[in-house]
């Protein structure tokens, strides 16, 4: 291995392109830059006079940059199957929760309802002992303390509504944006939340994913209250007059497991994609430092 400067190997024969891009692409450079205005920097050729670089011989450069950008395929190969499968499952949603692609043997015809029909609105307070739960718009609903943020909650909780699993919390505030979730957790939640309780014969699982449709998104948004965005709001007395069409309930649980399939393949797809991001990242930190030789 040899101890230069990058100024003397820039542009000529000791070094791959590749390897010299990666190179920076991995060091931290920024105490070798100057401030040249408002979150503008520059490397110029004074602080490459004083950045040195560890450089392996050309043949070793040719073989770290290939198994670099193997790394690089398989995760740009990751991110197309996330991006085709999300596709897949908007179609998939398009057509099962309009009822233009029905499952198994059914053929009667989607009945009409108000929400009011098929929702409570769970209203239980002063639940101190319970654990403060967050509703998010990626995550579901989760613990509060997994949020990384102050808690800005008041110190004093005897408003703060209680959620079981099952429900479907909202944000009061955020619906016309599809900010709900059903719940897996027993706790509390802000009163700027609302709570809805599936009665018989819903899943809430399917009314989960139908709440996530951009059609019924749009219905929450018009029956919202307020002059401008900010000001929404979708209390549980207007959400309670909205009519939407749905299947019996066999047939939304099949919706809903198809629907569940497909986003699992979504997460196994994703934590593929983050296994390998954090693989190329040790690679880089090994294969350019010189930790981890390769043969050409």
Known sequence: MLIT??????????????????????????RYTTR??????????????MLSIILPPL?????????ILSWETAIEQTRRLIDE??????????????????????????RKFSLGELFDERTEINNHHLPLLAITGSRGVIL??????????????SRYKRIVPGDIGYNTMRMWQGVSAVSSLEGIISPAYTVCIPKNGIDSLFMGYFFK????????????????????????????????????????????????TAD?????????????????????QKLLAGEVRVKP
């Open 5 to 30: 400067h990058a100024h003397i190997i820039n542009g000529t024969d000791k070094c791959t392109t590749e390897w010299f891009y990666y190179f920076f692409l991995h060091r931290n450079i920024c």
């Open 36 to 49: 040249q205005g408002a979150g503008r920097y520059k490397l110029n050729k004074d602080a490459l006079d």
């Open 59 to 67: 043949p070793e450069q040719k073989r770290i940059g290939e198994i």
């Open 85 to 110: 499968r999300k596709l897949r499952k908007i179609a998939l949603m398009q057509k099962l929760l309009t009822g233009k692609m029905r499952l198994g043997d059914f053929s009667d015809s989607w």
């Open 144 to 157: 509060a303390s997994e949020i990384q943020r102050k808690d800005s909650s008041t110190e004093n909780k």
């Open 213 to 260: 449709f951009p059609p019924i998104i749009n219905l929450f948004r018009r029956y919202s209250q307020g002059l401008v965005n900010d000001t929404l709001n979708l209390k549980f007395s207007n959400f309670a007059k909205i009519k939407i069409k749905i299947p019996n309930y066999e047939e939304q649980t099949l919706i809903r497991e198809l629907l569940s």
């Open 264 to 284: 699992e393949e979504i997460e196994v797809l994703q934590a593929k994609l983050s296994a390998l991001e954090k693989q190329k990242r040790g690679l880089m």
